[in-house]
């Protein structure tokens, strides 16, 4: 029989850290992507995944090594991978003569595959091509999707989401006019989808709001989609899921109009306004006549009922038969 494996602890800081790095939390770290080249890669499709990795930086790895892989064969070296250096997303670039110029872009959850959607890859232009100042590095970009395609399109939906995840960075709660310097446009038609990289320009206008004018800085290219491996429905929910921590609770009778005003609304129970107590007042006080005539009625309507009970009272006291009468002395 053998050796049961027992889980080892961490006994160091940095392991107890590097774990709980590792570890689920309600607001995940920002996701990283893998870059991974396969057994043949051209040098279009090679420089189209390094222009991708330059906009990722600092939250993607690349791997200049060449590997034995075919994704939608076998796809468990890419989750080991995945889980090795903790990226969800992945990119691999591939050349053959069937599908040239191929590049599969692809995200896990839970570190098992949920989609993943291979393109191809036409008239690329790289960074380097255009001759303009370029956007610094980490400067999260402001994504714009065009056509009727990402609307009624199911994979083309999904690819929508897949490169909002791949270009998201961290989540801003505030945005400053200045801080917007990058702008990635893809257009969508029935074939191909168009990838444009511009740099944003504020030029001075006259007024306070600044005349934008776009600059394009790269890369460039055309996609047409291929071969498609997608998460069902019931897994795409769950992998979509809010933990509860997340999830802001509705308080009742708190309304926000649509500028942003906050109402609320009190239920209060009928009042008896006969009991209500007000503020006393010397004008309102009776005068000592007033006093003395309320106590003379009083005794008026008291004088009558004190009357019959005394009545009564010496009718049930008395006894039947004659009186008798009292011997003098």
Not at 97 to 105: A, H
Not at 199 to 227: A, C, H, Q, W, Y
Not at 253 to 276: A, E, F, S, V, W
Request: aromatic share 8%.
């Amino acid at each position: 029989m053998g050796a049961i494996q027992r889980i080892r602890q961490p006994t160091t800081g940095k392991g107890k850290r590097f774990l709980k790095s590792r570890a689920p939390k309600a607001v995940e770290n920002t996701k990283r992507t893998l870059f991974l080249r396969g057994p043949k890669s051209s040098q279009t499709v090679v420089e189209c995944m390094k222009d991708f990795c330059r906009l990722k930086k600092p939250h993607g790895t690349f791997l200049n090594r060449k590997t034995d892989w075919r994704p939608f064969e076998d796809v468990s070296k890419l989750e080991f991978f995945s889980k090795k250096y903790d990226s969800s997303l992945f990119m691999f670039a591939s050349h053959n003569k069937k599908r040239p110029n191929n590049l599969i872009i692809g995200r896990t959850y839970d570190h098992q595959l949920l989609d993943m959607i291979e393109l191809g890859v036409n008239n690329f232009k790289n960074i380097e091509t255009f001759k303009t100042e370029k956007v610094s590095y980490g400067t999260k970009p402001c994504l714009l999707f065009c056509g009727d395609e990402f609307e009624y399109n199911f994979e083309y939906q999904r690819l929508k989401s897949l490169l909002i995840d791949l270009f998201q960075y961290e989540v801003m709660e505030f945005v400053r006019l200045q801080g917007i310097q990058h702008v990635i446009m893809f257009t969508a038609t029935k074939d191909t989808i168009y990838m444009r990289s511009y740099r944003i320009l504020f030029k001075k206008s006259g007024s306070r709001t600044p005349r934008v004018e776009l600059e394009e800085i790269g890369p460039s290219l055309d996609f047409n989609m291929r071969r498609t491996k997608l998460a069902s429905e019931d897994l795409y929910k769950l992998a979509c899921k809010k933990p509860k921590e997340l999830k802001v609770k509705k308080v009742k009778n708190i309304d926000t109009n649509p500028l942003g005003t906050t109402h609320g609304r009190i239920h209060i129970p009928k009042q008896n306004i006969n009991k209500l107590q007000t503020r006393k007042m010397k004008g309102l006080r009776k005068t000592p006549a007033e006093k003395r005539a309320k106590r003379k009625d009083k005794a008026e309507k008291r004088t009558p009922k004190l009357g019959a009970k005394r009545a009564a009272a010496a009718k049930n006291t008395s006894r039947p038969g004659k009186k008798r009468k009292m011997n003098k002395k």
